[in-house]
């Protein structure tokens, strides 16, 4: 994309400079040396980018130059928007027409005539095939589901834009029968789809090619049939079968990536799997794991790691100051340790510490009033607890109250890693943004290397129960999704259900006083989309079931025993 600087006159200020590129659609007139946009890129300091923009979406011109060119820019018709972002010291804009945001908000907009980038499109907006041979006659052959628009302009600004209005498989499919449109290697489809006409028909009949493709594509970490670790072995308690799978397949899974979600039914033996995992995930047996559990699992998951892993060492963090002491250097043996979420979690109270002058709350350092009301804040957040001006802390702990520090506040202070594994157990509890116990989750994450997640119930039917649980278990991939930590909404709109509602409008006969606007309600409604599922949780997730372990169960069979209760029994039921 073209770099060019822009400036513009500011009355009284001389004039704003930024760099910006078109984004387009536009349109030049080499005669009148002049440039039409549908939309531009802006980048610069806060002033400027403001100045250019207001200039541009007002309908006036600006003076753009590159490559020893220089022409007049203005923005296509009226009504231009602006989106600004800060970065750093500078600040982002982007200014478009609204044609352009329309497209945006669809996704439709593609640079010049990048064959990749149109197939990446029409893929992301259905589940039909699109092959690359087919682009030539895709415009006519999706005449009423695709909108295609072809922006004249010399190089190096060529632009397309496709949108799709509705889904083209209805037309794709005419297509393929009438043999528009054809796969590599043959001029019709195959004789075999005469007869397919439902996608359970079409799976009946290629179910053998399609098993055979799922088995090249996605190859299993593990799978049934292939050799034991031989440390598996080694386990003070033999595991049954599907745990041993499970178990092996989740220390692959961790050797690949930093995240893994065990989820299984009640009674599976998560525990055990995930103790067996820790072990034969280290190689020489000297490792550390934390775990953090409801306080009423702390002594059991004591017991079950001492009967599981051989030589291990067990230690329960019941306060901050168990947290201090934990040891340092490099781990000896196994060494395990356990501490409940609501100690994990919990630590002092806050307090206010802006200072009361004049009626007003101020900062303590640069006097910066903070707050008007007579009590200050009701509760302390991310938005008031710093000094907006110096940065000063607005909050500190109150002494009078428990002098405690939270597990989780004494243990971001260790070295990353030192930890091998962190183990959360029942980590649907972890859900929440806000919650302490799921701070706590997150911090314990970070620290550790690998982070194995336990739970019956990976959500409780809401998208936004997924949301936090990935943010703090795999940040990274949430970022390569698209969605930053407070992008909720949007992910609940990708794979989640909304409901959106307005009030009816008032129009009585003889009203004639100005209604209010009426104001949209948006609100997330139970349900989760299959896609979340290959976006997010195909590669990190192990299940277990109660039916998996059936096959190690001895056989099952009902009798009837007759037993004589004897005459002093017949005697005292008589009485």
Not at 111 to 123: K, S, T
Not at 344 to 366: D, I, N, Q
Request: proline share 6%; hydrophobic share 40%; with cysteine.
């Amino acid at each position: 994309m073209l770099l060019i600087a822009i400036e513009v006159p500011v009355p009284g200020r001389g004039t704003a400079r930024a760099l910006g590129s078109f984004l387009v659609p536009f349109a030049r007139d080499e005669d009148r040396e002049q440039i039409v946009a549908g939309a531009l890129d802006l980048f610069g300091s806060p002033r400027a980018v403001e100045d250019i923009a207001s200039a541009l979406a007002s309908g006036k011109q600006a003076l753009a130059r590159w490559d020893g060119q220089e022409a007049r820019v203005s923005m296509y018709g009226s009504g231009a928007r602006v989106r600004r972002a800060r970065v750093g010291d500078f600040e982002h804009a982007l200014l478009g027409v609204p044609v352009f945001w329309d497209l945006v908000s669809d996704g439709g907009v593609l640079p010049g005539e990048d064959v990749g980038e149109v197939l990446r499109y029409l893929r992301s907006k259905t589940a039909v095939p699109v092959l690359p041979e087919w682009l030539p006659e895709l415009p006519r052959v999706l005449r009423e589901s695709m909108r295609q628009y072809e922006v004249v302009g010399e190089p190096p600004f060529p632009m397309r834009v496709v949108r799709l209005v509705e889904d083209p498989e209805r037309e794709i499919r005419a297509a393929l029968r009438a043999g528009t449109l054809a796969a590599p290697g043959g001029d019709r489809p195959s004789a075999r789809l005469e007869g397919v006409s439902s996608l359970e028909e079409y799976l009946r009949e290629f179910a053998p090619e399609l098993a055979r493709k799922v088995q090249e594509l996605a190859r299993p970490l593990r799978g049934p049939g292939e050799p034991d670790d031989p440390r598996l072995a080694q386990l003070v308690r033999r595991p049954l079968r599907a745990q041993a799978e499970v178990a092996q397949g989740l220390s692959a899974l961790l050797r690949r990536r930093k995240t893994g979600f065990l989820v299984g039914d009640m009674g599976t033996g998560k525990t055990y799997v995930a103790c067996a995992a820790s072990w034969l995930l280290s190689g020489s047996g000297k490792y550390r794991v934390l775990v953090m559990c409801p306080a009423h699992l702390v002594h059991k998951w004591e017991r079950e790691i001492e009967q599981t892993v051989p030589g291990a060492k067990v230690r329960v963090i019941s306060s901050w100051v168990d947290a201090l002491r934990l040891p340092r250097g490099k781990p000896e043996a196994p060494e395990f340790f356990v501490v409940s979420k609501e100690t994990a979690k919990l630590g002092f109270r806050w307090r206010l510490g802006a200072v009361r002058r004049r009626g007003r709350w101020e900062c303590p350092r640069c006097g910066q009033v903070v707050s008007l009301a007579s009590d200050g804040f009701s509760e302390r957040n991310g938005d008031n607890s710093r000094c907006k001006r110096c940065g000063e802390a607005l909050w500190q702990a109150d002494r009078t109250s428990l002098r405690r520090v939270a597990v989780c506040d004494v243990v971001k202070r260790l070295p990353r890693g030192y930890f091998d594994i962190f183990i959360g157990d029942e980590a649907h509890q972890f859900k929440s943004a806000e919650s302490a116990q799921g701070r706590a989750f997150g911090l314990f994450a970070s620290q550790a290397s690998r982070t194995l997640a336990l739970t019956g119930t990976l959500t409780g039917g809401y998208a936004s129960d997924l949301f936090h649980l990935l943010y703090r278990t795999d940040p990274e991939g949430m970022k390569r999704a698209g969605f930053s930590y407070t992008d909720v909404g949007k992910f609940v709109a990708a794979y989640g259900c909304l409901e959106k509602a307005a009030p009816a409008q008032d129009v009585r006969p003889g009203k004639v006083a100005r209604a209010a606007r009426a104001r949209v309600r948006v609100k997330e409604k139970p349900g989760i989309s299959p896609a979340v599922f290959s976006a997010h949780l195909l590669e990190s997730c192990a299940f277990l079931e109660l039916s998996d372990l059936a096959c190690d169960l001895p056989p099952y069979r009902e009798e009837v025993e007759l037993v004589d209760m004897g005459a002093s029994r017949w005697n005292k039921l008589a009485a």
